[in-house]
């Protein structure tokens, strides 16, 4: 889905001035938590995209670690 928020990304940036951040997991085990939190903190945002089940995804997890 990097691919797909980066087009996104590029989007917004040209239509709204809205510049995005975007934090690409390459893996899922570890996560890398630090980078995650570094991001939340600056940006006060995050949004959470991947291809998954609608529910028990790594999404999930995701959202649970950044709360």
């Not at 001035?17 to 085990?29: A, C, F, H, N, Q």
């Not at 630090?34 to 529910?55: D, G, M, N, Y």
Request: glycine share 6%.
């Amino acid at each position: 889905m990097v691919w797909n928020v980066a087009q996104a990304a590029e989007l917004l940036e040209k239509s709204r001035g809205i510049r995005l951040e975007i934090v690409d997991l390459r893996t899922l085990y570890p996560f890398d938590i630090e980078t995650i939190q570094e991001s939340v903190r600056k940006t006060k945002r995050a949004v959470i995209v991947h291809e998954a089940p609608l529910t028990g995804g790594v999404g999930a997890e995701l959202v649970a670690v950044i709360c």
